[in-house]
């Protein structure tokens, strides 16, 4: 598939935009006029720069409001173009994105348009250049793709053909199933992009909230299969109109863009090796290592200056100091399957944050190879000649991904580079944590879910790469209520939920605000007995965060609790909900720096988070670090 990019989508200049398409991997791209008509370099020099790049310019865009015209403004309409054409020579483009007319098409009628654009293609042959018509999904006559086409088939010139953007084709509910029948020859460019779904106009919609394939709510996969059986074989092509895109470094969007098309045709190509066998088509789809969702969650990992501010939480909820790394100041503490690495390498002057989650995969040199073909940046940890090699990726927020190997009795290849000296207590100013408490199986068996906040203007990013590089799905996304502003939260699953990641917008009020990507995230640990996990936190000290009276009166009336049982929710700080699926039971740590952790019962088979709950603890999170904050100043 070649690949192409409108440069509509990215920052900068034209010439940065350029460099950055090319170093993404993208074959060529479409030009949008405002671009060059602000560059200093000229036609010829950019037509330098595209060859020098390894970079094909594969469509000029977009002309408007030429057909359905009186005769005189047609004459004009044509000077104009003749005047395009010639630039377009200049620049060594051969061919023209022709948008149907929203403005100045005063005539209904399709023999009129046809016969225009006949003539439009005369003057386009005498420059050798096609001129590829779309129907704008608010076109004043032309607005649906098979309108267009039918205007191409009777203008029946070998200079016109069709332009297919699956923005104006989903976004207005026409059956793309229909591309299919256009002779493959008749389509001059394609042009795709992914949008959410909005109660918008579509011209708003399309003008600011266009995304990259994956990251909105059309089917895409399903558009693709239909082009590829329609025998096209021309430029696949991004076109996002997006406000933040074009706020964000070119090189970021670039990279994004291309993950995003790299993706769409692995699963184009799965997609039609599943419904139509062996059948072969003009575009070839490259393919991708297929890999297995992970199974679980390996590790998680903190970063703290001071390891004692987390581990005295973990010792807390029942931790065990599982050792100390043989060269590195990093320390293990473990219960049940669920490992948590406290690292106090360069954590100088740091607040204590999640920096590393690990997750249990099948084979971690494939799952490590796929994320790296899909751009993903690769993590260079240095590690001792006798130590494992972990294959690890950033993130878009950069914490880093590790690919870890799954074992069949849950323990981790890694954990024998940590020892825990013999006789020897915790470690220094942590309280040591007897082994296995004293009980036949811990109450704590694996981590439930890691809540990572991402800031708003990567969260698309984010979501692609995690469904591209790690195969988890993206799964209905809410909207919680905090004093500081709505969260978005969206959660990203395994299909048996064994690695659960939620993503949340983090809110900021930008005076007193924290700094993005700093906002608290959290590590959820999954008990079997939740009540008897935060009695053993309350005897060892545990800081919880507090709830509110009001919550339980509204419990009592939400749901017909046992009052004793309500009672000890309060007493303990637990919170509570209920489906029709079963019960939730969870509690919170007081914040240390910028991560907390949550121990949580799933009971019955609840699949959820409580969500209910959120707004909760966001108030007495909110409310704890104003408290801070004034003890802080006082
Ligand atoms: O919004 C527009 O004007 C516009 C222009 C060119 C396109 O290809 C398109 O899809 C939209
Ligand atoms: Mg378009």
Redesign the pocket.
Known sequence: MRTSIATVCLSGTLEEKMRACSDAGFDGIEIFEPDLLVSPSSPEEIRDLAATLGLTLDLY??FRDFEGVEEEQLEENLRRAQAKFALMNRLGIDTL?L?SNVGTATINDDAVAARQLRRLGDTAARYGIKVAY?A?AWGRYVNDFEHAQRIVDLADHPNIGTCL?S??ILSRGWDPAAIEKIPAGKIFFV?LADAPELSLDVLSW??HYRVFPGEGAFDLVGFMAHLVRSGYDGPVSL?I?NDVFRQTAEERTAVDAMRSLIWLEERTSAYLAEHDGGASYPMSLATLPRVAEPSGFNFAEVKAENPETVSTLLYQLGFTFAGRHRTKPVQLWTQGRARVIINGQQARGMEPGISALGLDVKDPQAAASRALQLRARPVNRRSQADEQVLQAVFAPDSTEVFLCEATADGTAAWAGEFSRPAGTGGPEGAPDAPDGDGLAEPLISAIDHINLSQPWQHFDEAVLFYESTLSLAPIASQEVPSPMGLVRSQVMRSVDGGVRLALNIAPLIVESGPESGEYPQHVAFASTDLIATARRAAERGLRFLPVPANYYEDLAARFRLDPAFLSELQELNLLYDRDADGEFLHFYTATVGNVFFEVVERRGSYDGYGAPNAPVRLASQYLASRNDSRRGEG
């Open positions: 865009q977009p994105l948008c779309e704008l953007d923005f104006h042009q399309s003008r076109e109109f």
